[in-house]
């Protein structure tokens, strides 16, 4: 994992008179925002935002709608040589962009799986900092249905060619009991033509996907009118 490997005296590079000294890098990366010569920080913000890169805590910032709040941000980093990356919450963003996903390449001239990491894997692996950007927008609901539609147990060849055989089965059971643990996450797995109950705490079985709707009226009806 790289590592700051300088330290930024504040008065010096942002004309704030401070005796704030932060750690930052010597050299930038490809994730360095551009610096714009001509940018003007305003004292308590640029502060503000300092000290979360100094004691690596949160900041938030607030502000109306295209006041710059995300620019100052990436122009405070890039003066600091600090890899800086922007989640915007309100687009489209999916657990895969987030934490990753498995993908099959060829390796030695065999097919294996690995992973592909997303944003918040990479950044918990290196230095930087993330900006989650219209965080107003982010969704807050007090209840969290999932529903798991399975048609079988976890099975992939070339992963069970190159691991224990019970692999795939741990990591499902690891999961579920992490997610049925969860306070705010209800968790109803239906099973496609075999049963899912040795998986799941709340999981009922279907013949066929011809009675996926009905099944899905009753079990949430179940959940909501218990």
Known sequence: MDIPDARCHVGDVF??????????????????????PSYRFDRDTTLAILAGFAHNRRV??????????????????????????????????????????????????????????????????????????EYDAGRHERRRLLIVLSDGSPHDESTLRNNPPDLLERHLRTVIQWIEQHPRIE?????????????????????SADGLGETLITCLRELFDP
């Not at 004309?15 to 714009?36: K, M, N, R, S, Y």
């Not at 968790?187 to 033509?193: D, N, P, S, V, W």
């Open 187 to 207: 968790l109803l797995a239906i099973g496609m033509g075999h049963d899912v109950s040795r998986f799941y705490r709340r999981a009922t079985a279907i013949a």
């Open 60 to 133: 938030l910032i607030q502000g109306f709608h295209g006041t710059g709040k995300t620019s100052h941000i990436e122009q405070v980093a890039a003066r600091l040589n600090w890899p800086c990356l922007r989640i915007n919450l309100d687009s489209q963003v999916s657990r895969v962009d987030l934490v990753g996903k498995d993908a099959v390449v060829l390796r030695d001239g065999k097919q294996v799986t690995e992973f592909r990491p997303g944003i918040l894997t990479w950044a918990l692996q290196h230095p930087t900092a993330l900006v989650f950007d």
């Open 15 to 36: 004309g704030i008179e401070t005796e704030l000294v932060v750690p930052c890098f010597a050299q930038p990366t490809e994730h360095v925002p551009t610096p714009d």
